[in-house]
C-alpha cells in the first residue's frame, strides 16, 4: 500500500485547508485511516481517524470542532479538513493506514504511512 498525501500550505490564523491521502496499491476493501501531525520537536500525535465505512470518527481533544475527516471510498482517499486554524497547529500531516480497520489513536496500530505534507499557521 502506497501514500500520497497532498494539500498542506500556509495559511493564516482562522483560515482553513484541506488535506488529501490518496492510497494505492493493495488497499483491500475494509481499512481504516488516520492523520497524524508532528510539530517541530515534537513526538507525532494523532490527530483523526475514520472507519472504512465512516460510521466511526475519533477526533483528538485540541482539533474536535475545527477539524472533519471524510473519505471517498471509491477514489481510496481520506481527507482532512482543518477550519479556525491556529498556530499551534503547524506541523507536518502524516496519514496513515490500518489493513484491520480498528480506527485507533495509536501509531502502533497503523502499518503504512505516507510522506507527510506541511501545514503552517501564521499568526
Known amino acids: 500500500v502506497q501514500l500520497q498525501a497532498s494539500g498542506g500550505g500556509l495559511v493564516q490564523a482562522g483560515g482553513s485547508l484541506r488535506v488529501s491521502c490518496a492510497a494505492s496499491g493493495r488497499t483491500g476493501s475494509s481499512y481504516a485511516m488516520g492523520w497524524f501531525r508532528q510539530a517541530p520537536g515534537k513526538e507525532r500525535e494523532f490527530v483523526a481517524a475514520i472507519g472504512w465505512r465512516s460510521e466511526i470518527t475519533h477526533y483528538a481533544d485540541p482539533v474536535k470542532g475545527r477539524f472533519t475527516i471524510s473519505r471517498d471510498g471509491a477514489r481510496n482517499t481520506v481527507y482532512l479538513q482543518m477550519n479556525s486554524l491556529k498556530p499551534e497547529d503547524t506541523a507536518v500531516y502524516y496519514c496513515?493506514?490500518?489493513?484491520?480497520?480498528?480506527?485507533?489513536?495509536?501509531?502502533?496500530?497503523?502499518?503504512?504511512w505516507g510522506q507527510g505534507t506541511l501545514v503552517t499557521v501564521s499568526s
Open positions: 496513515a493506514f490500518d489493513p484491520a480497520s480498528r480506527v485507533g489513536v495509536y501509531r502502533e496500530l497503523y502499518r503504512y
